[in-house]
């Protein structure tokens, strides 16, 4: 049983179906570029990058995982980005496909490509499933978007409230009880 204040909506937002066409589509964007590095931000991302990076499926293609945090077990960002595992990488000179679960403040992101730029890459592009563009406050606009969806919380396919919810294969939204 969840112990939090939240329900999830009657439906589901984008069907499993729906996440798996689009996958396909976007796999085919991202195989004409020649990215010699996934960078996968934990822990939303985490499903989209296995999935999308199998569909890429290259030899040479490498897949990190490192650690950007902003939320505590709430619904709102706390602003302030948290970022690991950026230290051990093997990343200089090399092009980068960075990849998040969603784009809501943008703060994240924005962070992220920052940090990442430090290391040398030769280029940074970026990847989110979910787009919450009505939501940006930092002037920053990913490459590769899967979805463009409202102003709701969502959770389901890796993304999390309180590090619940992440297993579901479908995105739903959170609705208070
Ligand atoms: P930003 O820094 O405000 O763009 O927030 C990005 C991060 O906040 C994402 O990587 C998610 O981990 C989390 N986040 C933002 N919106 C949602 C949501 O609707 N559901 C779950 N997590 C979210
Ligand atoms: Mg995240």
């Known amino acids: 049983?969840?112990?939090?204040?939240y329900k999830l909506?009657?439906?589901?937002?984008?069907?499993?179906q729906q996440?798996?066409?689009r996958?396909?589509?976007?796999?085919?964007?991202l195989k004409a570029c020649d990215f010699d590095v996934i960078l996968s931000a934990l822990t939303g991302s985490y499903m989209f990058a296995a999935d999308i990076s199998?569909?890429?499926?290259?030899?040479a293609?490498?897949?990190?995982f490192i650690k950007a945090s902003s939320y505590g077990d709430s619904t709102q960002s706390s602003g302030k980005v948290q970022i690991s595992g950026l230290e051990k990488l093997d990343i200089k000179g090399k092009r980068i496909l960075l990849v998040d679960d969603i784009l809501d403040t943008g703060n994240t992101m924005f962070a992220l490509v920052q940090a990442i730029a430090e290391y040398?890459?030769?280029s940074i592009k970026t990847c989110v499933l979910l787009n919450k563009e009505s939501r940006r406050t930092v002037d920053f606009h990913a490459d590769f978007v899967g979805f463009?969806?409202?102003d709701k919380f969502v959770v389901g396919y890796g993304l999390d409230y309180a590090d619940e919810y992440r297993t579901l294969p479908e995105i739903w939204t959170l609705e208070k009880l």
């Open 120 to 122: 040398g890459p030769t």
């Open 148 to 150: 463009e969806i409202e």
């Open 19 to 21: 996440i798996k066409n």
């Open 9 to 16: 909506s009657n439906a589901p937002l984008i069907a499993e």
């Open 61 to 64: 293609l490498k897949i990190y």
């Open 1 to 5: 049983m969840s112990n939090t204040p």
């Open 54 to 59: 199998r569909k890429i499926a290259k030899p």
């Open 23 to 29: 996958l396909e589509s976007l796999a085919q964007e």
